[in-house]
Structure formats: structure tokens, C-alpha cells
């Protein structure tokens, strides 16, 4: 199981953390990724990171702003948001999946956490 936490409000420009803490096996047997979702909206490809924490991906809004990483002694996954916009408000998801590399793609996700909620004001 995965859980997050660190979500909560924030004005624009302003940071925060996630994490993500798995309960059950190593974060290190999975690649790991972040997803937000608005109401009505598909869930959104945020970051990706790869089982061994070396190599990570981001979506075009996020890069450059948004930092990935890996603990594998806190069996947790991480999200440092900074430079924060409104349009960054959503749900943020953490998810796991068994197949070594990233993937930019929800479907490709075998196990994922409940949500924290990110928002951002003007």
C-alpha cells in the first residue's frame, strides 16, 4: 500500500513536499510515479522515477519546478514543488509499478496511494 501526505495550501510561488511511504515491499523493487487530477479531468502524468532512484522523468508543466526523488531506508518517494501556480491545484496521486522502467502512463501503474490535496492561491 502506498500513502501520502505533505499535500495542503500555499500561495503561488510558494513550496511544498510530498511523500510517499510504501508499507508493503521496497520502493526500490518499483519504478514509482506522481499523478494529480482535477474534478472532471483525467488523471495527469506529473514524475517518474526509476526502481533504482537514478533516472527520472517529468511532464513539460512541472520541469524545472517539480523534483523527484527516492529513499529507499524511508521505503518512501518524494515530491518537492517549488515555484508553485495556481494551475498546479489538484489531487496528487503516488503510484507503483512492478515493471523496472518509468512510464508517463496511469494505466501502466499497478498500485496506488488515496490522493493529497495540493492548492495553490493567487
Known amino acids: 500500500q502506498l500513502v501520502e501526505s505533505g499535500g495542503g495550501s500555499v500561495q503561488a510561488g510558494g513550496s511544498l513536499k510530498l511523500s510517499c511511504a510504501a508499507s508493503e515491499g521496497s520502493v526500490r523493487r518499483y519504478s514509482m510515479g506522481w499523478f494529480r487530477q482535477v474534478p472532471g479531468k483525467e488523471r495527469e502524468f506529473v514524475a517518474a522515477i526509476t526502481w533504482d532512484g537514478l533516472d527520472t522523468e517529468y511532464a513539460d508543466s512541472v520541469k524545472g519546478r517539480f523534483t523527484m526523488s527516492q529513499d529507499y531506508v524511508l521505503n518512501s518517494v518524494f515530491l518537492q514543488m517549488n515555484s508553485l501556480k495556481p494551475g498546479d491545484t489538484a489531487v496528487y496521486f503516488c503510484?507503483?509499478?512492478?515493471?523496472?522502467?518509468?512510464?508517463?502512463?496511469?494505466?501502466?501503474?499497478?498500485?496506488w496511494g488515496r490522493g493529497t490535496q495540493v492548492t495553490v492561491s493567487s
Open positions: 503510484a507503483a509499478r512492478t515493471y523496472t522502467g518509468m512510464s508517463s502512463s496511469a494505466a501502466a501503474y499497478d498500485v
